[in-house]
């Protein structure tokens, strides 16, 4: 033990001397720091505290679905009226631990025509169906299904789930220790496949993400995000290793007599996010939020990693580098030539492929290189914030542009909006939302952007465009460098009227020079 400690004392002086004077101040030197209360607009209050709250937030239909215990609620997303409530008890008339066994849900995700809602059932983990009645617009629970490996027997217990055209893909443990934890396709119309036991190392799932091409479907992948056992236990390497993974859609398994049922296609990669030259490194995944784009090359993961010395980090990845990596890289302890097709190839028909590929696959699923991140000498954005949870807005700001905001949850009931300056973060304003309980479950709304969060005892909505707050004066408007936000006749107002902004650098002088132009303002 005693290296270890010696070792992170070590990282947590170098970084506080290192990094602690990049990491960027609420606000820059001439802009204010904002530390503004709750911008609420709703809230939704539990009758009972929740331990564990999970989402399905319909954008279209403005409808939340939140999971709790015993119970999934349909809320209007813009009144927090209770559309319907469901109770969903648990099926398992057993005591469990001197308690009556409770019903955490710990899944809900759209499916076929309905909702697919999983709960823990006292240790029995099951599965609802809510079917959707297009006559009178209500749901009701049509039928149920064995839950196993989709949600886990405890609540605490690390879960995934994931639907994709019709199929489900979860990731859960099968039993009480939370043994056999991996990721499979579990229920739609096409064949259960799983993983092969020896790939993983005590995974912990961040996030699952289906990457459409629209233009190639056949090549669409499934890239999975999560940490797990570092394999190197030098004394100085961290314990926990970042990952990310993919499998093919179009992935059924190996053929009746060779890897049946196991993913044909699985690769796998060290994500990295730090400082490689100084060898320090964030290695902890905590959250993951995929920005899709039209074009799948320009799709980005933002990935949010704490480390050994409690610092965290936000580091960008692009869909197209992942790909480089696993489409190139030498095969972790495989020295021969590489078969074709390569392993990890999407092909129409996983049964048929030559067992010499799969076997690679089966042996060597770890690619030699790493995946850097776009900044790759440095993270994004490092902060001693305890940030838990991550979301990114696409904002078009008042000169047409798009610009990427974060929106980062800290462990005690706080939200930083962080602009994403070119290569350099900058904190627009800090809120907070909650004194007393840690953020549960978050979902962004880029519509009507809000962010909808999830407390133990309620759930709220932020309004991500509350202008007012910069409505002092054009300079207080343009200096807050808010893609939300720019100043017009009215005042400081959403951006998507139009206006006087200045994203780039919050130079409050484009205040004066359009007084000059339109003598109005
Ligand atoms: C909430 O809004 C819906 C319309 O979006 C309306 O029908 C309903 O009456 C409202 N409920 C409350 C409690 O205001
Ligand atoms: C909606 O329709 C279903 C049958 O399709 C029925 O069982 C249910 O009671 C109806 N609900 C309401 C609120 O009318
Ligand atoms: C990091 O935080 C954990 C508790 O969350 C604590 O046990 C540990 O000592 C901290 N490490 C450092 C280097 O501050
Ligand atoms: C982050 O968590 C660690 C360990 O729990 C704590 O020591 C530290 O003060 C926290 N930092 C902030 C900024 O809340
Ligand atoms: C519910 O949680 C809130 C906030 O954490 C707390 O103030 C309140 O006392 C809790 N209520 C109960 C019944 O535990
Ligand atoms: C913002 O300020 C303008 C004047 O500069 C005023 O007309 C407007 O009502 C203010 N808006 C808000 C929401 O306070």
């Known amino acids: 033990m005693k290296p270890c400690v010696h070792i992170y004392l070590c990282f947590a002086v170098y970084f506080d001397l290192v990094f602690s004077k990049d990491a960027p101040a609420l606000g820059s030197e001439n802009s204010p720091r904002l530390l503004i209360p709750g911008i609420i607009s709703d809230q939704y209050k539990y009758e009972v505290n929740?331990?564990?709250?999970?989402?399905?937030?319909?954008?279209?239909?403005?409808?939340?679905?939140?999971?709790?215990?015993?119970?999934?609620i349909k809320l209007n997303a813009n009144n927090y009226s209770v559309i319907e409530k469901f109770p969903i008890r648990t099926t398992e008339h057993h005591k469990c631990s001197d308690r009556p066994c409770k019903n955490v849900i710990t899944v809900i995700e759209k499916f076929q025509d309905g909702m697919f809602v999983c709960g823990t059932n006292?240790?029995?983990?099951?599965?609802?169906?809510?079917?959707?009645?297009?006559k009178n617009q209500t749901y009701k629970i049509e039928e149920s299904y064995e839950g196993a490996g989709i949600s886990p027997l405890v609540y605490t217990h690390n879960c995934l789930s994931l639907t994709v055209d019709g199929d489900l893909y979860a990731a859960a443990p099968l039993d009480i220790e939370g043994n056999s934890l991996q990721f499979r396709r579990k229920a739609g119309k096409r064949t259960n496949v799983w993983m092969y036991d020896r790939w993983l190392s005590e995974p912990t799932f961040i996030s699952a993400s289906w990457v459409k091409r629209s233009e190639d479907p056949d090549n669409e992948k499934i890239y999975i995000f999560f940490r797990e056992k570092n394999s190197d236990h030098s004394p100085d390497a961290d314990p926990w290793i970042s990952r990310v993974a993919r499998v093919c859609k179009t992935d059924e398994g190996g053929s009746k007599r060779f890897f049946q049922n196991m993913w044909t296609t699985f690769l796998k990669a060290r994500l990295v996010c730090g400082f490689p030259d100084e060898s320090l490194f964030f290695n902890r995944l905590q959250d993951i939020y995929v920005v899709h784009a039209d074009d799948w090359h320009q799709t980005r993961v933002y990935a949010l990693f704490t480390s050994s010395w409690n610092s965290t980090a936000v580091c960008i990845y692009s869909i197209e580098m992942i790909d480089k990596i696993f489409e190139n890289s030498a095969f972790k302890g495989y020295a021969n030539e590489i078969p074709t097709p390569r392993p990890g190839t999407c092909v129409p028909n996983s049964k048929s492929l030559p067992r010499a590929t799969v076997n690679v696959v089966k042996d060597h699923p770890e690619m030699v290189d790493w995946v850097h991140s776009l900044h790759s000498k440095a993270p994004f954005y490092v902060s001693n914030y305890n940030y838990t949870k991550i979301v990114v807005d696409r904002v078009q700001g008042a000169d047409q542009q798009v610009y990427n905001?974060?929106?980062l949850a800290t462990d005690t009931g706080k939200i930083h909006k962080v602009l994403e300056a070119g290569s350099e973060p900058f904190i627009i304003l800090e809120t907070q939302i909650s004194k007393i309980s840690s953020i549960q479950a978050m979902t962004l709304d880029s519509q009507k952007k809000k962010l909808v969060v999830g407390f133990s005892d309620k759930i709220s909505t932020v309004d991500l465009q509350k202008c007012k707050v910069y409505n002092a004066s054009c300079a207080d408007c343009v200096l807050a460098r808010d893609p939300y936000c720019a100043w017009t006749t009215s005042g400081c107002t959403p951006s998507n009227l139009g206006g006087i902004q200045n994203i780039k650098d919050g130079h409050k002088s484009v205040c004066s020079q359009n007084k000059v132009a339109n003598g109005k303002l």
Not at 64 to 72: I, K, Q, Y
Not at 122 to 129: E, Q, S, Y
């Open 122 to 134: 006292g240790h029995k983990p099951k599965c609802w169906k809510l079917v959707h009645s297009v």
């Open 405 to 407: 905001v974060l929106l």
């Open 50 to 72: 929740q331990t564990h709250t999970v989402f399905s937030y319909r954008e279209e239909e403005q409808e939340l679905f939140v999971g709790g215990t015993d119970f999934v």
